[in-house]
């Protein structure tokens, strides 16, 4: 009785939206923070820091938004340069492409900005680091 319980109460969590719902918003919350790890690291953020050694200490999700077939996610990097914090604000355009999110369009700034799907087309991005490199897939 009891296992048919486990059973039944296991199925319910895994068809419920509201867990997939959950654990979507996991996949692109962890998945926003390795990219934008990612790519300040590899660009060393030379734009934004001047050649300055940083240290990355948050990155914030801030929000997804759907225009037309994009996914456009946004959210913030908190470094330590030098002496101060700095925060840095970025927006990242996906499309998935053969049933995988891909990076299209990126663009980071240091001030707050509202993004726009037409304004974004203007960033187009070369794949350096992998929307998705670090999650790992359990379907």
Known sequence: MKILLFILISGLC????LYADEFEFARLENS???FIKCELTRTQATNHFKGKTFTITMIDFFDVQIESDMEIVTGAAQCFVVDRHITLYAA????????????????????DFSILATELLKYPYKERCKWSQYWIDID
Do not use: A, H
């Open 92 to 111: 990242v355009g996906l499309k998935k492409i053969k049933d995988t999110k891909q990076v299209l369009y990126y663009t980071i700034r240091d001030r």
């Open 14 to 17: 895994l068809f419920n939206p």
């Open 32 to 34: 926003f923070k390795n």
